[in-house]
């Protein structure tokens, strides 16, 4: 899986900037950047972690006007000897560096490459890495902070703390089959199950956190529905802070989904604006109403806005009945104006949290933006405490880690001999394992690292 060659790629966007960087790992990275690089000092004489100042060449023809920061091995990123030109961020440029590299002998990185060089390096296990990719796409300060946690490695100590807690019991039990006029088993499988129990609880709350890590990570997804006319798209202006929907009297303006991305207490919303739902002739009206429905299966959450100062018709019963199993949150919209519904009535029909809102005097937007911190993470996110499992490759590793020391459990209660207990042990030690890597194996460490961004 590991490739020892040079390697090369640009590190920043591709976009026209101030400055772009080209980064370039392995064995051969100074003596290539020294090919095409001219400064006061030849790279290969200089310092590691110094930037030095001067140009770019392709044979006699000046190219750009560069810093480059040296990193010898092993204090670099990946562990190797690393080199990165500050060039102007100009596309053509950049490529152009990028061409003379390629042209003196380095080889263009794969999407992750420098980050898959510092795993197999032993610099960061693979929940840091995959950190990495988690904490460049984070859309909310919460979720930037918990993919920084799991950089710093506090997913990987509760991983190795549990691991070397489980080879211990594994030792002993292969110790006192081996040898047991030295090892005595009296006793130990009750000794095992509290010290299991205790493991399965450790995981139990890691696996928990998962739903509230997933919401972190993805953004809780959003659907606005409600009848024509009754203050959908006012309602997505007010939570997105601007003009996002055209908003008019004439029912059935919006005719199609309106996507917008907001953050409410450090957590994101991924919120889609609907058509109103009815019956209608519209052929255009009724496509944006079966758009609206089709949507309901991948929501998270649905916000209900229901017109306060006109009564519930069979439109509101139909949408009800479409949402009923779902998260939702009931708007008793216009609440600025002379209500006929009450909260109190909608609460009891229906079995769902009602809030009184307007999008004119935004009366009630404080309660909405409360009522769903509650719903998904009971009332708050602890984003100094609390690590939350954002991967579901590691949720699934926990989960079979969990069923392993579980039938170690059932082992004991079915008085079974010990060496039962060490298959489901190392089973479980292994699951973990794949979580840091250290039991990955090549083609899914390829698979994870391929999903990376060029230049990382």
Do not use: W
Request: hydrophobic content about 40%; some cysteine; proline content about 2%.
């Amino acid at each position: 899986m590991y490739q020892s060659d040079t390697i090369c790629a640009i590190a920043t966007s591709l976009n026209s900037s101030g400055i772009g960087i080209i980064r370039i790992s392995g064995e051969d990275a100074i003596s290539f950047a020294d090919s095409i690089f001219r400064g006061k000092n030849k790279l290969a004489d200089c310092e590691t972690h110094t930037i030095q100042y001067g140009h770019i060449y392709d044979n006699e023809e000046l190219v750009d006007e560069v810093l480059v920061l040296i990193m010898r091995r092993p204090r670099s990123y990946t562990t190797e000897d690393v080199i990165e030109i500050h060039c102007h961020g100009g596309i053509l440029v950049l490529k152009k560096v990028l061409s003379l590299l390629v042209s003196v002998g380095c080889r263009i990185a794969e999407p992750g490459e420098f980050t898959k060089r510092a795993f197999l390096n032993g610099r960061i296990d693979l929940s840091e890495a995959e950190s990495i990719m988690d904490l460049i796409s984070s859309n909310s300060e919460l979720a930037m902070k918990n993919s920084v946690k799991q950089l710093s490695g506090s997913l990987r100590d509760i991983i190795v703390d549990l691991r070397d807690k489980i080879l211990y019991e594994t030792a002993y039990i292969e110790s006192a089959l081996d040898d047991p006029e030295h090892y005595d088993l009296t006793g130990y499988p009750d000794d095992l199950k509290n010290k299991v129990d205790s493991m399965i609880s450790r995981i139990d709350d890691l696996i928990n956190s998962f739903n509230s890590g997933h919401i972190l990570k993805e953004g809780i997804n959003t659907l606005i529905l409600g009848k024509p006319n009754a203050g959908k798209s006012s309602l997505l202006n007010t939570l997105s802070r601007r003009e996002r929907a055209i908003v008019t009297d004439i029912p059935g303006t919006t005719r199609d989904t309106l996507e917008e991305q907001i953050t409410i207490n450090g957590v994101s919303l991924n919120i889609i604006d609907t058509a109103g739902i009815r019956e209608t002739d519209d052929i255009v009206e009724k496509i944006g109403v079966d758009k609206a429905l089709d949507s309901i299966d991948d929501a998270d959450l649905i916000l209900f806005v229901i017109d306060s100062s006109r009564p519930l018709d069979g439109d509101d019963e139909f949408i009800i009945s479409k949402i009923i199993d779902k998260k939702v949150i009931i708007l008793l919209n216009k609440s600025d104006l002379l209500s006929v519904i009450t909260e109190e009535d909608i609460c009891n029909k229906y079995n769902k949290p009602v809030i009184s809102f307007s999008s004119v005097s935004l009366d009630g937007l404080k309660t909405l933006e409360s009522t769903i911190t509650d719903m998904f993470f009971s009332g708050q996110v602890k984003s100094d405490e609390t690590l939350y499992i954002t991967n579901s490759r590691h949720a699934s590793c926990l989960v079979n880690a969990k069923n392993s020391l579980s039938n170690v459990l059932m082992s004991i209660d079915n008085m079974m001999p010990e060496d039962f207990f060490s298959i489901d042990l190392m089973d479980a030690y292994n699951f973990l394992g794949e979580i840091t890597g250290e039991t990955i194996e090549d083609d899914l460490a390829n698979k994870i690292f391929s999903e990376f961004c060029m230049g990382k």
